[in-house]
């Protein structure tokens, strides 16, 4: 044990992370070789056996990582409730789809048929899609019915392994690869050490926002890393079947938790954020909160319920309650503002000239780039010290743009008033 903790710290010495991150990304790309033998030996088995190589499989790699219980820090820490936050993502949604199968199927949506238990599943089968290897440690998510199926072999047949996922899972994993080569190089640029420094407050205000968008979006990478690193092996043990396309061929979509070229082509944060980043929760609070949440009669209080469940399921630090709060009031203010401008038929003229859409298209990148930072800083260092510290210095100019949108709201409507009716 002394010589593999020495051997795991000189190593996360020489790529600049700690231990317990190292463990973590080692026992995702275990995930891997898991998976081979998944496909060489264990598929076509009895479902006793295979529930019983995916609690094997998913408890080791636990005890790899954690061994003991100990409680956080004022850090983003890598402990036993990491894991436990995914399971209680995973546990809730099984519950919510046993109470649904308890409903006639008249009441369902057809969301909810294609997942819902009209039998609670055995004790084997609970532990089995628990510990599932590829997604037990950080996600992804899916549903007890598509564990069910995947054992049952409903994919493929119950002896077939499948071999068109073999290049999906590849690309997956050589992406995955290069994002972290991204981060490493990002890192070393625009570092925690940098932003809480001297120097970074010394900078003039134009640099110290535009530094803050960067390590922001450099941030990102990170986890963009590690989904990219669990959806490949999801994609090779098979679980990421996703159906097949118009021409028959297979889809391997199912466990993707990013979309690449939208995340990095991002114009806002209603949508193209959203709808790029962390596809897998978002698609989970959706079915399983914000739509059960209808009963409030208002969009924005589901929405607002969806984010504080969300920063109660994170966990007590102020951070996660100051980033979905920031999250709110940008997504009601991009959404406000663009029914604003696509009532007014000058405006919309004007964006059809190459030129202006060029110029739209750099403006709203720009302006993606560097409202990341405040929006991602609360999350990621957590402590209330820290990102009111790191505000303080860039004056909070992403509290003043959403947040004071209530403000000058009326002047926009004023500058920019509704198309009128032909007939007028």
Request: proline share 4%.
């Amino acid at each position: 044990m002394d010589v593999e903790k020495s051997l795991l710290g000189s190593l996360a010495n020489a790529v600049g992370i700690g231990e317990p991150a190292l463990k973590l990304l080692l026992s995702i790309l275990f995930g891997y070789p898991i998976a081979i033998v998944y496909r060489t030996v264990i598929v076509g088995k009895p479902p006793a056996i295979q529930h019983a190589y995916m609690i094997a499989c998913g408890l080791l790699l636990g005890f790899y990582n954690f061994g003991y219980c100990y409680t956080s820090t004022d850090s983003y820490d890598i402990v036993w409730t990491m894991p436990h936050c995914i399971l209680t993502l995973r546990l809730t949604g099984l519950a919510f789809d046993l109470y649904d199968g308890s409903l006639p199927e008249d009441k369902l949506s057809n969301d909810q048929k294609k997942v819902v238990l009209r039998e609670v599943p055995s004790l084997l089968e609970m532990a089995g899609y628990t510990y599932f290897p590829t997604s037990f440690l950080v996600g992804p998510q899916f549903p007890m019915k598509k564990y069910q199926d995947f054992i049952g072999g409903k994919f493929h047949g119950a002896n077939v392994v499948p071999s068109d996922n073999l290049e999906p899972a590849i690309r997956r994993l050589m992406l995955g690869l290069f994002y972290a080569g991204l981060h490493t190089v990002g890192a070393s640029y625009y570092s925690d050490d940098y932003l809480f420094g001297d120097e970074y407050a010394a900078m003039p205000l134009w640099k110290r926002i535009w530094d803050l968008g960067m390590w922001g979006h450099f941030v990102l990478y990170k986890y963009i890393t590690i989904w990219l690193f669990c959806e490949g092996s999801c994609i090779l043990i098979g679980i990421a079947y996703n159906g097949k396309n118009e021409k028959g061929e297979s889809k391997w979509d199912g466990s993707a938790n990013v979309k690449l070229l939208l995340f990095e082509t991002a114009q806002n944060f209603n949508s193209d954020y959203i709808s790029a980043f962390n596809i897998n929760t978002n698609y989970w609070m959706l079915q399983y909160i914000y739509k059960r949440l209808k009963f409030l009669g208002n969009k924005y209080y589901s929405q607002l319920g969806v984010l504080v469940y969300l920063a109660l399921w994170h966990g007590l630090h102020s951070g996660y309650y100051m980033c979905f709060f920031m999250e709110f009031i940008s997504v009601m203010m991009e959404k406000e503002l663009e029914v604003i401008l696509k009532r007014n038929e000058f405006f919309l003229e004007r964006l059809q000239d190459p030129v202006a859409s060029k110029i739209k298209w750099v403006v709203l990148k720009l302006y993606t780039l560097i409202f990341m930072g405040p929006c991602i800083l609360p999350l990621a260092v957590l402590k209330f010290d820290k990102w009111w510290l790191i505000y303080s210095r860039t004056y909070f100019y992403a509290h003043l743009f959403w947040g004071g949108w209530i403000l000058y709201k009326p002047l926009v409507k004023k500058l920019l008033p509704p198309r009128r009716d032909k007939r007028e």
